[in-house]
């Protein structure tokens, strides 16, 4: 019996179980089909482990999209803070924008762009409290800053919760393979035949739906049908 080893996915070790327990339990002799309870658990335990880590994972996509969107809201303050200020005060504009244009401050990596933001507030704080630039754009430059610094933080601990189930999956494909090679051991012992403990097995590791049936027979593929006319491209509007 082959190990699956950690660089399968979760996947793979759901359809040797499940092809494994199907084999157990379909079994006559009733010592034989017992250890389908263990299988069982197995699968039991992996259907859990995949829900958390995918939840891990969905996590980090919802997060990096939040982050995203705040950066958005923050972006458009600044670009229209530096077409206000290129309009009516040059002289803040260069302090404002010293380093970089506005477009290159919005397109500046999430953290390197907060720095260069609180350096604005701080140009900003130093104004006459009724200025029209710090009046129409303070706060809102502020709270924008808040909500990126806040959705940045949300993005760092699902990443660390991501790496955190990664290491346990990784764990727990160990803890799985080892359960498997103790059935091996139960079924070479009850059966005498180590071919015979073997046939309980997958005979692959390959997706279901791509290689062939669960025999290990390759399934021959039908013949491609001829290629048919390339379809006709419509025209472009009149004045597109």
């Known amino acids: ?65 939040l982050l995203n969107k705040e950066d958005e809201e ?26 970089y244009s506005p477009s290159k401050t ?3 990596p999430i953290q390197e762009e907060s720095a260069e933001v609180r350096r604005i507030l701080g140009e900003l704080a130093s104004l006459p409290i009724d200025h029209p630039l710090r009046v129409t754009y303070e706060k809102p430059l502020a709270t924008s800053e808040k909500l990126v610094v806040a959705a940045s933080k949300r993005s760092d601990e699902a990443a660390t919760q991501l790496s955190l189930q990664r290491a346990q999956t990784e764990r727990f494909k160990l803890s799985v393979d ?17 071919d015979e403990a073997e046939s309980f097995f997958r005979p692959t590791a390959t997706d279901p739906d791509a290689t062939g049936d669960e025999s290990g027979t390759p399934t021959v593929a039908a013949p491609a049908a001829p290629p048919g006319p390339a379809p006709t491209q419509p025209k472009a509007a009149a004045g597109s």
Do not use: N, P
């Open 106 to 108: 919005a397109r500046l």
């Open 1 to 65: 019996m082959r190990m699956l080893g950690t660089r399968c996915s979760l996947s793979v070790f759901r359809w040797d179980l499940l092809y494994l327990l199907a084999r157990l339990l379909a079994d006559k002799r009733s010592e034989v089909k017992v250890l389908g309870g263990t299988v069982q658990a197995h699968l039991d335990a992996l259907r859990a482990r995949r829900d958390t880590h995918e939840g891990a994972e969905d996590a980090v996509v919802i997060a990096g999209a």
């Open 178 to 194: 080892k359960g498997r090679l103790s059935v091996h051991g139960s079924l070479v012992v009850l059966t005498k035949d180590k």
């Open 74 to 99: 923050r972006d458009k303050v600044l670009l229209e803070m530096g077409g206000v200020a290129r309009a009516r005060d040059k002289d803040m504009y260069k302090a404002l924008f010293a380093t």
